[in-house]
């Protein structure tokens, strides 16, 4: 049975309302919520926050600078620039925040300036327990302790990408600028980092992992061609890490239909992330909930993230977030017939049939919406998630 007339406009609603960057609160969980535990930081999640800053210099287009590289003693990461630039800094810096890392004075390795999300503070990752007074409640704000490591006062601009390992452990990679402050020299070393420095990424430096560069070169990429709007985390609580799925099929004349869960009102849906698997693989049980017997025939490709929610205020009942994704249904064109030879199959007009009487396909009426998520299905303008598994 197809969604009424008035059923198919407020669907429509939700997805012009998500596509506007503007959110919902996350009411239900549609798949595995008996499979998932609440979210309750250094229990069974870890969120880490990460800054890529550029000065000014940089930001108007000149590919010269540097990049700000903390040593911590016992810690996590480091710092890198575009080529060129002076030996102090001056002549046109970029800096890298997240967190820094040797394990002693006389050797270890760089890295980050930034930190962890800690258990009570409110939503801020990096306050140990403190609640930042100057700061919004997300993953996304200012936190003191990118001062202790690094000298530097840090206010994130946008999202730039997300990393993860399941929901037990998320990066959150931000652009950023410095607000404040001044970098951290040997005279103020303390238990929270040996000092803070520019490094040019040709001379040698000693890394403990080499997975910041990747960071950096984002940033460079982002700085040089922005391809997705400003995005900062949405002041949303959430009790689990779940993802909010927009998944869409594209017909062969153009037509796009859109997932829909019935009850309790038609709703895009929502599925928890399990601790064994990718975060974004809360899609893929969620197509084989809906189309048990089209799910191999089709691949689930998760295009990008639309926006982030997450609160915080609530050590262990607001801990989670929400990844509010576009995902697309695609046939698997290379399919095989009973002998195992290779045949391509011509598309398909419409989606495969629903199997599960929750769900429906929605097929999408609205001129403007049909014509963005066509777009955004051909040409994504979203933040990626990365799965490091």
């Known amino acids: 049975m197809e969604l009424t007339a008035k059923e198919r406009q407020q669907v429509e609603q939700q997805v012009e309302q998500l596509l506007s960057g503007q959110g919902s609160e996350v009411s239900l969980c549609d798949v595995g919520l008996e499979l998932s535990k609440p979210a309750v930081l250094r229990k069974n999640v870890t969120y880490i926050v990460c800054g890529v800053v550029f000065n000014d210099q940089v930001r108007r287009g000149c590919e010269e600078g540097w990049a700000c590289a903390a040593v911590r003693r016992y810690g996590r990461a480091v710092a890198v620039p575009p080529p060129g630039g002076g030996a102090d800094g001056a002549g046109g810096q970029a800096g890298l925040l997240q967190a ?28 140990h327990g403190e609640r930042c007074p100057e700061s919004p409640s997300d993953v996304g704000a200012r936190c003191p302790q990118v001062k202790e490591e690094a000298g530097f006062d840090c206010q994130p601009i946008t999202l730039l990408l997300i990393q993860e390992q399941g929901p037990q452990w998320i990066r959150f990679v931000f652009l950023a600028r410095i607000t404040g402050g001044s970098m951290k020299t040997l005279t103020a070393a303390d238990q929270e980092s040996l000092q803070a420095s520019w490094w040019d990424r040709q001379a040698s430096l000693p890394l403990r992992g080499r997975d910041i560069l990747r960071l950096i070169e984002h940033g460079l990429r982002y700085h040089r061609n922005p391809w997705h709007p400003v995005t900062l985390p949405l002041d949303m609580s959430c009790r689990h890490v779940v993802q909010r799925i927009l998944l869409v099929f594209v017909g062969a004349d153009k037509q796009i239909w859109v997932l829909v869960v019935r009850a309790p009102a038609p709703h895009l849906p929502t599925a928890a992330a399990l601790r064994t698997h990718a975060v974004t693989w809360a899609s893929n049980m ?64 419409t989606p495969p049939p629903v199997e599960n009487t929750r769900y429906v396909w929605m097929e999408v009426q609205e001129p403007a919406l049909k014509e963005r998520l066509l777009q955004e299905t051909q040409n994504p303008s979203l933040f990626p998630i990365q799965s490091l598994y």
């Open 100 to 127: 820094v890392v040797p394990a002693s004075r006389e050797g270890g390795g760089g890295g980050e300036p930034g930190g962890g999300a800690e258990a009570g503070g409110e939503s801020c990752s990096c306050c």
């Open 286 to 349: 969620v197509v084989q909930e809906a189309l048990p017997s089209s799910y191999y025939d089709h691949d689930v490709n998760t295009l990008g993230l639309i926006s982030l929610q997450h609160n915080g205020r609530q050590h262990g009942k607001t801990d989670g977030v929400c990844l509010n994704t576009l995902v697309a249904l695609v046939p698997d064109r290379a399919q095989r017939d009973e002998d195992g030879l290779q045949v391509e199959w011509p598309a398909a007009v």
